[in-house]
């Protein structure tokens, strides 16, 4: 795949913006509040691109916990994501069903890997998804690509269950997948393959193929073969990989080397374990809570559909654990929902939300819900 290929394949997203010889992948629905910010990005000036087009594609990364940025990426990249992507999961041509928004890495790569391997693409609302309308795939190697809200959604439904079972690959990102909903996806016989990756990695590095999640594998898979893992002296997660991004626009690197803010381990089997973010602890009396192994507990309890976990200042206590979670679904029975955790980690407040901020992808907006919560 050349770059005239590339730029054929981002034109035809309708989301780029051209500035300064670099192209942005934007929100065409994107508030004003946002389009303020990016232009704000945008109009930073720097060198151009080179000549041979190093960092010319610029994809958005942020804006649910941080501010927006924009990572660089070109052919050279995505070549390399496509190629170690093949190879991991034995596949010559790419046929996919795509419900992510082409302006985030996931959906761009959705289309990247079926143009380069001469496979089809088939995009597909997530409303219409959701609401039963499902394009068949009972013809060649088809994958699809969902958060776990999405998932977990579409395990309601018998008949979506039915879809799901007819994919080779479905691949589950962007956020924890809690255990219940693994195992109920095992019992389903439903081919997961949970993954890691980012924007700067140019979407997945790691994954589970789907007879490892099938024979009861709990973990983000081993690394692809374009990719290195392994973790520094402060638990982060640190990737090793030609598909990494050329810097943050306006800025440039050519390291081929970069260490997340998240944080894991590696099992003896080279399987990589995410257990959350270190921009996103929370440091309540002098003790540590990762809002992640709250909402685990949160979810086990039965009590919540949809659960946030988040920390807000407090006089007494520096920073208190809130759960928030969506108006719209029963009352939980929050003493219940706590018997597992320790003292520390219990939420001193639970948040029924009216506005349930979610982005693009189907992720929960943090930053959006800490604003309204607060």
């Known amino acids: 795949m050349d770059g005239a290929k590339l730029n054929e394949i981002v034109q035809a997203t309708g989301c780029a913006e051209v500035h300064h010889g670099a192209t942005f992948l934007c929100d065409p629905h994107g508030s004003n509040g946002e389009r303020s910010e990016v232009a704000a990005v945008q109009s930073a000036v720097c060198d151009p ?30 070549r390399a994501a496509v190629t170690g992507f093949c190879a991991h999961f034995g596949l010559g041509r790419v046929n996919a069903v795509d419900v992510l928004p082409p302006h985030h890495v996931s959906g761009l790569m959705a289309r990247v890997r079926c143009a380069a391997t001469g496979g089809m693409h088939v995009p597909w609302s997530w409303s219409r998804l959701e609401a039963g309308e499902r394009p068949p795939v009972d013809a060649g190697d088809w994958v699809l690509s969902l958060v776990p809200t999405q998932l977990h959604r579409l395990m309601e439904s018998a008949a979506a269950q039915d879809w799901l079972r007819g994919f080779r690959l479905i691949f589950v990102g962007g956020g924890p997948l809690w255990p219940q909903l693994a195992d109920a996806a095992a019992q389903a016989e439903i081919p997961l393959a949970p993954s890691y990756g980012m924007t700067e990695t140019a979407a997945m590095v790691t994954a589970l193929r789907p007879a490892e999640f099938l024979s009861g594998m709990r973990s983000s898979g081993s690394p692809l073969p374009h990719v290195r893992v392994t973790i520094s002296a402060e638990g982060l997660v640190r990737v090793e990989s030609e598909s990494l991004f050329r810097g943050y626009w306006p800025a440039w690197r050519v390291a081929r080397d970069f260490t997340t803010e998240d944080l894991g381990r590696i099992d003896a089997r080279g399987h990589l374990h995410i257990s959350g973010r270190r921009d996103a ?30 920390g807000l200042p407090d006089p007494v ?18 003493a219940r929902s ?37």
């Open 338 to 374: 706590i018997e597992s955790l320790a003292a520390w980690q219990r939420p001193k407040r639970f948040v029924a939300m009216g506005e349930w901020p979610r982005n693009a992808q189907g992720k929960v907006d943090r930053a959006a819900l800490r604003r309204l919560a607060g």
């Open 281 to 310: 602890l929370i440091i309540t009396g002098g003790k540590k809570v990762q809002p992640a192994d709250v909402e685990a507990a949160l979810r086990a309890s039965g009590e919540f559909d949809d659960v946030a976990v988040i």
């Open 49 to 78: 691109p080179s000549e041979r087009g190093d960092g010319w594609l610029c994809i958005r990364t942020g804006g649910s916990s941080g501010g927006i940025r924009f990572a660089r990426h070109d052919e050279r990249t995505l």
């Open 317 to 334: 206590w520096g920073e208190c654990v809130v759960a928030c979670y969506p108006a719209g679904q029963r009352s939980p029975n929050t």
